[in-house]
């Protein structure tokens, strides 16, 4: 029997952009997930998430009749725990893809910085305000992606998806739209949550795991003290920066097999 993964993306990236990983996740897994999380009126982005950890819940309910695995990247991998202190009876285990726990002094640190505005100087925040969000053709838009630095590390595949379903067509001229809203996306950013370190004070009723990026300016931001507390030190790394799912999505899948045995082993 297979395992059920529900995937949560990363800010600013659709579900369908990680479509080669999960290709190959589909031998042993079945997948599934929100397409573009915080787009729906009905769980508007708020300070700490508590709504889009409502959307996770909501679909986790609608869509499956028995506990699942949650897995996440980066925004996808804190909904995921999040989701699973809510509601640990729906869930088998996390596996947080670079998404470090932010805890005790560095929590108080992003308090104060978003209070007085310095998180957004400090995070992606400021460039996704006047992120690009309309390109001639797809090819237009595969070159602007392919020549900075970040996306040329991708995998060609992925980067492809990207495009793909990151910025689909929105008209006849073959004009290229970018699908994720630039404004929730910045205030994704703008209100990440600085309570998720009290709230595994005493622990978290699932097992948790990480895969973190050796390369990843978020990891070495955060730090991995509180983290390796709520896995038990159940950590792994893949070469790479804080978007090594897209850089390297088959290592990263196998990976995330690994670590659903081990999870299971310890459950």
């Not at 400090?122 to 797809?138: D, F, G, M, V, Y």
């Not at 896995?231 to 088959?250: A, F, V």
Request: with cysteine; net charge positive; hydrophobic share 40%.
């Amino acid at each position: 029997m297979k395992n059920i993964i529900h995937f949560s993306h990363a800010n600013g990236f659709p579900a369908s952009t990680y479509r080669t990983l999960f290709a190959e996740l589909g031998d042993t897994c079945e997948l599934r997930y929100i397409e573009r999380i915080g787009h729906d009126p009905r769980f508007p982005v708020t300070r700490d998430w508590p709504h889009l950890v409502e959307q996770l819940l909501d679909e986790i309910a609608r869509a499956y009749e028995q506990p699942v695995w949650l897995v996440g990247h980066s925004l996808g991998g804190y909904l995921s725990l999040m989701a699973a202190l809510k509601k640990p009876q729906w869930v088998r285990g996390v596996v947080m893809l670079d998404s470090p726990v932010i805890a005790g002094w560095r929590s108080s640190m992003l308090r104060v910085s978003q209070w007085t505005g310095l998180d957004e100087r400090l995070s992606p925040a400021a460039a996704t305000r006047k992120r690009r969000t309309h390109w001639p053709s797809r090819d237009d838009a595969w070159r602007h992606f392919h020549a900075k630095p970040a996306f040329a590390r991708w995998d060609e595949r992925v980067l492809s998806d990207y495009i793909d379903f990151g910025l689909p067509q929105s008209a006849p001229d073959g004009t290229r739209t970018l699908a994720f809203e630039r404004g929730i996306e910045y205030l994704i950013y703008r209100t990440l949550p600085h309570t998720l370190g009290s709230r595994l004070a005493h622990g978290t009723p699932v097992p948790v795991a990480l895969i973190a990026g050796t390369s990843s300016k978020e990891i070495r931001q955060v730090g991995l003290a509180a983290t390796a507390r709520a896995t038990g030190g159940h950590i792994e790394w893949i070469d790479g920066s804080h978007l090594y799912p897209m850089e390297k999505p088959l290592e990263t899948a196998r990976a995330i097999q690994r670590m659903l045995h081990e999870l299971d082993d310890r459950a």
